[in-house]
């Protein structure tokens, strides 16, 4: 089943761009066949009637959040980490008028919360009439933990949220990479690389096991739930307001836009609730207490990483995990037995049949396959011949240049890859994905300048990799802890270490070089003085005197100070904190401002159609295909002028300045954008022209004003 759903979408991601054969024609009908044939029930019974449609849907939907009535087995001996008794005392602290105004505040005005449809745009208009009764309303929940039909739940929903997801980083286990406060995705997915990388290089056998859930939030239990709150130490006032959010519950299926007999749950967590993820890492936590009891009785062996006895045996980001171990059949055994274990007591179902084990030591070159096809599937979707030059510019900045982001966050992409989406990018951009040989205009590297220097913003890929990967290198020296830098120091060294000042170096990947990037040491004042004397091995030749001058000058710019605690300032931003955007620009300032940036730039501030300043940016360089253009892109000879209306040209601008006199073309370009230069027409040439050869495509798009509807070219200006 798996395969024919494999080869259905890779042959409908070929059809989109070219026609199938025949045969894979056919192929797909089979595939279609084995799926339909895996899918439909033995025992099938075909309904019509609308009412009977709505009732077998509100029982099926009812019968899935109930939960069977039969004894789970309990997990009574792991050890959990214990809520403080401060956050305690905070969970259930008073509500204010202040905390539930801000809380309101934070939601989406378009939302309405409960089924009077009001929205909050109605609820803060009116929030000096209402605050009275809201307050009244968590008043009461808070006096009797009980909360009052047609009250406003999901602003309490929230108000809990924003309390719980603030005590439950000292809660949570640090192999935990999801909701909380100061740990991301990206971490994760380094630990993951570095395990892998560890496994290669030490030619171990290793595996890792990716966990697949059973429709997660449907299934749990909600007296595991509970007994969860209680193991971490959640005071007995809590548990009871977590419960009551949970069975007050009423919920209804939505038949074709008409909405079935409401019905109550009784297991399951309703995705959309602010509450659901927080609760969800308390119930997970459940796997990680089974995992450290079993490492602890020496039933499952981690990977190591370093030499020094560190092992990694699991990852979690909500409800995806990942476990690690030595590729021997007890540890297979083993974790299957945990998850087994985990389901019984949780209702958490593993399916088996999507969880993958993995052997470590796959080919690298799969790793970016799906950037690949990503972008491919992308350009098939928008086809080029649809948009404009401006629409595809929007395109290529929302779309084609954000989707290999993750991966050039992890890997330094290699010089192939990035000129074969370069390829795709400047491809789209001149033409579209149809076919044929299509005119660069531009060429791609100015393409991808800053507007300021005469470009399109289009992001440099090589560059913009390089950024992204230095924000390890702030993290590492910036965070205090966490479960990713940890694995870092044990595989590569800490500070001090000789192996840390070579992760330094590897981490940078040229950030550092050519004095572009730099990541400084200072004190916080500049008191004492040191006299360096370097004592050399050797007398220096002349050619080395000038570097130990160099040498000296940088030792001698940081001063040491007593009592006082160095910070590391990245000095490219004004927060002193390392940014992929500021690295970015970096890396771009060797590049020289173009001679019309600042024409260009105002340009760009116009309040025009995307299409006009695409075709303002391209004319002003003479990159339009005019006849002249063309016949120089094609090889052939041109005759340097030639006659049309009586009037002689040459050049795109010399063109467009026939439009109109001074008042049209002149008073647009020169005289707002305070620019002397972009034309220079003598008396000839500033003679009256009603017509001037340009093919567009589309239509007559001229510059700016000209370009615009009637009733949008009294509004359009460019800023002077």
């Known amino acids: 089943m798996r395969e024919a759903t494999s080869e259905i979408s890779q042959l409908n991601v070929k059809g989109e761009t070219v026609q199938l054969s025949e045969e894979e024609i056919e192929r797909r009908k ?51 980490k ?91 286990g640090e192999q935990q990479m999801a909701f909380l406060s100061g740990r991301q995705l990206m971490d994760g997915v380094v630990i993951v690389n570095e395990v892998i990388d560890e496994v290669k290089k030490k030619r171990k056998e290793a595996f890792l096991f990716k966990i697949d859930f059973e429709k997660a939030y449907d299934k749990v239990s909600w007296r595991f739930l509970d007994f969860m709150l209680q193991k971490t130490g959640f005071s007995n006032t809590w548990r009871k307001w977590i419960m009551e959010c949970l069975r007050s519950s009423m919920v209804s299926v939505v038949v074709n836009g008409s909405p079935t007999r409401q019905f109550s749950i009784f297991r399951g967590l309703q995705q959309g609730d602010p509450l659901c993820p927080f609760l969800f890492l308390i119930i997970v936590e459940g796997i990680n207490g089974l995992v450290l009891k079993a ?30 171990g030595t590729a021997i059949e007890e540890n297979v055994w083993a974790m299957k037995s945990i998850l087994r274990t985990f389901e019984l007591v949780s209702g958490l179902k593993i399916n088996f049949n999507k969880s993958q084990l993995i052997g470590i030591g796959e080919w690298e070159a799969f790793i970016l396959e ?30 084609l240049s954000s989707l290999p982001v993750f991966w050039m966050s992890m890997y330094v992409i290699p010089k192939g890859t990035i000129l074969f989406l370069d390829k795709i990018r400047r491809r789209f951009l001149w033409g579209g994905v149809e076919g044929g040989k299509k005119i660069n205009w531009v060429r791609w590297d100015k393409v991808c300048r800053d507007k300021e220097q005469g470009g399109l913003g289009v992001k440099d890929l090589r560059k913009f990799n390089l950024a992204l990967l230095g924000k390890w290198w702030g993290r590492l020296v910036n965070e205090e802890d966490g479960l990713w830098k940890e694995v870092i120091l044990q595989k590569y060294g800490r500070v001090g270490e000789p192996r840390f000042n070579w992760l330094r170096r590897v981490m940078v990947l040229g950030l550092d070089g050519g004095g572009i990037c730099r990541l400084n040491v200072i004190d916080h004042e500049n008191e004492g003085c040191w006299i360096w004397k370097l004592q050399w091995r ?115 601008i010399l063109q467009l300045s026939k439009w109109q006199n001074k008042r049209g073309l002149e008073m647009h370009l020169v005289a707002r954008t305070g620019s002397t230069k972009v034309l220079q027409l003598d008396e000839m040439q500033k003679e009256r022209m009603s017509f001037f050869i340009v093919r567009l495509d589309p239509g007559p798009g001229i510059l700016l004003k000209r370009g615009c509807s009637k009733k949008r070219q009294n509004r359009v200006t460019i800023p002077g």
């Open 370 to 399: 799906p950037v690949l096809e990503g972008v491919t599937r992308k350009l098939s979707t928008w086809k080029g011949r649809y948009l404009s030059l401006g629409g595809r510019i929007t395109l290529i900045h929302s779309v």
């Open 538 to 652: 050797r007398r220096l030749y002349s050619w080395e005197v000038q570097e130990e001058t160099e040498i000296l000058k940088e030792i001698q710019e940081t001063t040491i100070t007593k009592g006082k605690t160095d910070v590391r300032e990245w000095i490219h931003s004004n927060n002193g904190f390392y940014t992929t955007r500021s690295a970015y620009k970096a890396l771009t300032l060797e590049l020289e401002r173009e001679q019309l940036g600042v024409t260009l730039q105002k340009v760009w501030n116009a309040m025009v159609p995307s299409k006009v300043l695409a075709f303002s940016w391209q004319l002003l360089q003479d990159k339009i295909p005019t006849k002249a253009n063309l016949f120089k892109r094609g090889g052939g000879e041109l005759e340097q002028r030639w006659t049309e209306m009586g009037v002689r040209y040459s050049n795109s």
């Open 295 to 324: 490492v602890e009785k020496g039933l499952i062996e981690g990977v190591e990483v370093g030499d020094k006895g560190f092992k990694i045996t699991h990852l979690q980001y909500a409800d995806d995990t990942l476990l690690f």
């Open 82 to 172: 214990q809520i403080a008794p401060a956050d305690n005392d905070y969970l259930i602290a008073s509500f204010t008028k202040e905390g539930i105004k801000t809380v309101v505040w934070d939601c989406e005005s378009s939302k309405a919360p409960g089924l009077d449809g009001f929205n909050f745009k109605f609820i803060k208009s009116e929030w000096e009439t209402i605050k009275g009764d809201v307050t009244e309303f968590f008043h009461e929940f808070q006096k009797n933990g009980k909360i009052v039909k047609g009250g406003i739940y999901k602003i309490l929903a929230k108000l809990l949220a924003n309390r719980l997801k603030k005590v439950l980083v000292g809660i949570v």
């Open 30 to 80: 089979q595939a279609f066949l084995i799926l339909w044939d895996n899918m439909r029930y033995k025992e099938r019974v075909q309904i019509t009637e609308a009412d009977k449609m709505k009732e077998e849907s509100a029982i099926f939907f009812e019968e899935t959040f109930t939960e069977k009535q039969w004894m789970r087995p309990s997990v009574e001996g792991l050890q959990f």
